[in-house]
T-cell receptor, first 113, second 113 residues
């Protein structure tokens, strides 16, 4: 798989508000999706995942929504905190072996005090 | 959870020198590892797939003689940037599949002067 290098869009959110980060994926046959968080100078970290047989999954302060009709994925962060400031990537898995990921372009989340 | 380490985390080198980056899976075995490059404000771009005991698979546009990959054991893959030039300055990240997800290393920042 490969990702496309693009300049990152930025989302600015007031501390305490909810954040919604969106991602469009490419392959209607993709079965598994993951959101990663990447802080400055660090590698991506797993946040939450969802399978194509679900349309919603909740974690601690995060919710992922999957709309297969329009091939859209979103990450919702409740009560956004300064520590949430990072770049968020969605990734779709194109095979069943966990070895063929395609990353979205990423969104930079900035939390304003 | 599974941990992937990278060494070094930071490297500065002169133009024309070669730099080796190590990627280790610390508590699991990985027959496959992935190498990514990330330029500022851009998404991760897959460079190559490292296969234990066989040749690496390179993405289109990535020079295999420039970016040498060796996957000599089930826990170690190395990426050598040969004859590095300033345009090779980037953030290099490896990952290894564990189950259905990917575990990412912390990344190596390379600055070529």
């Amino acid at each position: 798989g490969e990702s496309v290098g693009l300049h990152l869009p930025t989302l600015s959110v007031q501390e305490g508000d909810n954040s919604i980060i969106n991602c469009a994926y490419s392959n209607s046959a993709s079965d598994y999706f993951i959101w990663y968080k990447q802080e400055s100078g660090k590698g991506p970290q797993f946040i939450i995942d969802i399978r194509s047989n679900m349309d919603k999954r909740q974690g601690q302060r995060v919710t992922v929504l999957l709309n297969k009709t329009v091939k859209h994925l979103s990450l919702q962060i409740a009560a956004t905190q300064p520590g949430d400031s990072a770049v968020y990537f969605c990734a779709e898995m194109l095979d069943n072996y966990g070895q063929n990921f395609v990353f979205g372009p990423g969104t930079r989340l900035s939390v304003l005090p | 959870g599974a941990v992937v380490s990278q060494h070094p985390s930071w490297v500065i080198c002169k133009s024309g020198t070669s730099v080796k980056i190590e990627c280790r899976s610390l508590d699991f075995q990985a027959t496959t590892m992935f190498w990514y490059r990330q330029f500022p404000k851009q998404s991760l771009m897959l460079m190559a797939t490292s296969n234990e005991g066989s040749k690496a698979t390179y993405e289109q546009g990535v020079e295999k003689d420039k970016f040498l990959i060796n996957h000599a054991s089930l826990t170690l893959s190395t990426l050598t940037v040969t004859s590095a030039h300033p345009e090779d300055s980037s953030f290099y990240i490896c990952s290894a599949p564990g189950g259905e997800t990917q575990y990412f290393g912390p990344g190596t920042r390379l600055l070529v002067l």
